[in-house]
């Protein structure tokens, strides 16, 4: 073996010992195609565990193992990176999928660099392919691809380098109408993700930048022609060896078009809220403190709205009583309330009597409550004063219709529900004896000769009875009556 031969070995056995270790894989090829060496990095890349298997040379290796790109295109003869390296070629970052000749389920990810090792002369000696295991890599960026794809929420990623578009998902095709081949490669200006933004300065040079860009309103021009609304934000990410900003969107269509219903509805509202004929107001659904009022509840109360928008009814002396917690307390069934009686202070301090009915409304996006009443007063005044009338004519009530009776019992409970009645077990035995005439409508003489008593005591016995039982005459005896469901002597004997 002469010299050069020796030293040539020697070389190359110290260059293997250096790259033996090394994580990256290494593949030593003779200038004539056989497959020299390879380290434990690279058999592993490629499931074997001798350089044996990787085959003997360039032809057996191609025989031996399948090589595509990222995009499912084969490469055919003359493609493979082992072969570019033997025709001379320098390259880097060259990223395949590998597979068995034998086993599709198998693959690994290779990014390989070529490397030409010369002589003393400068001549090709050795070739080497640099292997790098991506596969972790292509495995993250596949998730990635399915999730970004995936995504209902629309986005576009365009390279920091040049600024163009190089990934778009459903999402924004969907919202736009474009199609794909519309979006990629094209300019972030060309399809402008900042036209007509308040902050377009600021999102340009956050771009420049490669800086996060915060949100803001903008329009997309679509394909024939119109703008959509949609807020826009960018975060710079990494994609591979690249630089990117990632672009997502909210289509704002949908959000403008629910306010400008809304504010149709809230109109309307007004409208009719100002046009009817009962007092109304509009109060906060906590402390009902008074938003708005209509015409009527100040011709009505004599509030104007500068008097009491703005304070709570109870505040302002317009509710009397616990109105605020008797409403809540109703409201919380979610059936809202109708024609409850509450008395309402006017501004001149004058008490009237109302039919409150109340609902929970939802304005501007605050929960309130629209209430609205109507003025009983005078209807009560004239039911009592029928009430009265009837009572001060009436000295025998014997002739009661029992239909009667009960409509003025109805009133009186309507009119007087603090009423609280006596007992009988007040009366003595002689004194529920008359209780009972009356009651069966006897006047005082029919009483007294019932129960063989002189007239004179008939009456006081009834005077007792009125006193006993805070009545004052033979029509509320009547009444009285019917509202505790006494019978006169059909009870007495039915409680024997």
């Not at 771009?207 to 915060?214: H, V």
């Not at 997502?248 to 009817?276: C, G």
């Not at 000295?395 to 007087?416: C, G, H, M, P, Y």
């Not at 007792?464 to 006494?486: C, G, M, Q």
Request: proline share 3%.
């Amino acid at each position: 073996m002469n010299d050069r031969v020796l030293r040539t070995e020697t070389d190359r056995r110290q260059l293997q010992q250096i790259i033996t270790g090394l994580t990256e894989g290494v593949i030593l090829i003779e200038p004539d195609q056989r497959i020299l060496w390879a380290n434990e990095a690279a058999l592993g890349m490629h499931g074997v565990e001798n350089v044996s298997d990787l085959g003997k040379d360039v032809g057996e290796y191609r025989e031996r193992f399948r090589l595509r790109y990222r995009n499912n295109h084969i490469l055919s003869n003359g493609q493979y990176p082992i072969e570019r390296v033997i025709a001379g070629e320098c390259f880097s970052d060259v990223v395949v999928e590998v597979f068995p000749a034998d086993d599709d389920s198998v693959n690994w990810v290779h990014r390989v660099r070529s490397l030409v090792l010369t002589n003393s002369q400068g001549e090709p000696d050795c070739l080497a392919l640099i292997v790098h295991d991506a596969t972790e890599w292509a495995s993250a960026e596949q998730r990635f691809e399915k999730t970004f794809n995936a995504n209902p929420a629309p986005a576009v990623i365009c390279r920091l380098s040049d600024q163009r578009y190089m990934k778009v998902n459903q999402g924004f095709l969907e919202m736009t109408g474009y199609v794909r081949e519309d979006v990629i490669g094209r300019s972030v200006y060309e399809l402008d993700v900042f036209e007509n933004a308040e902050k377009r300065g600021i999102a340009i040079e956050r771009l420049s930048q490669g800086a996060t860009i915060p949100q803001m309103e903008a329009e997309l021009r679509l394909p024939d022609g119109g703008l959509k609304p949609v807020v826009v934000a960018g975060q710079p990410i990494d994609i591979g060896e690249e630089n990117c900003m990632l672009f997502t969107f909210m289509d704002l269509e949908p959000r403008r078009k629910a306010e400008s219903t809304l504010r149709q509805s809230e109109e309307r509202f007004q409208k009719a809220f100002r046009m009817l004929p009962v007092p109304s107001a509009v109060v906060t659904a906590d402390e009902f403190v008074i938003l708005d009022l209509n015409e009527a509840f100040t011709v009505t109360t004599g509030y104007a709205a500068e008097d009491i928008i703005g304070r709570a009814g109870a505040d302002a002396n317009v509710w009397m009583g616990d109105v605020r917690s008797r409403l809540a307390s109703l409201l919380e069934t979610g059936t809202g309330v109708r024609n409850v009686e509450f008395d309402v202070r006017k501004k001149n301090g004058e008490t009237i009597r109302c039919l409150v009915s109340a609902e929970s409304v939802s304005i501007n996006r605050q929960d309130c409550v629209l209430m609205a009443w109507l003025d009983i007063s005078e209807r009560k005044r004239s039911e009592m004063e029928l009430v009265d009338a009837i009572e001060a004519v009436m000295q025998d009530a014997s002739w009661f219709s029992k239909t009667l009776i009960e409509k003025l019992a109805n009133v009186r409970r309507a009119n007087a529900p603090g009423t609280s009645a006596g007992r009988l077990d007040d009366l003595t035995a002689r004194e529920r004896d008359v209780f009972d005439a009356l009651c069966e409508g006897q006047a005082d003489k029919e009483i007294a000769k019932h129960l063989g008593l002189a007239l004179n005591t008939v009456r006081n016995h009834v005077a007792t009875i009125y006193a006993k039982l805070d009545l004052h005459s033979r029509s509320e005896v009547l009444v009285w009556a019917r509202e505790n469901s006494y019978f006169g002597l059909a009870d007495r004997k039915n409680n024997r």
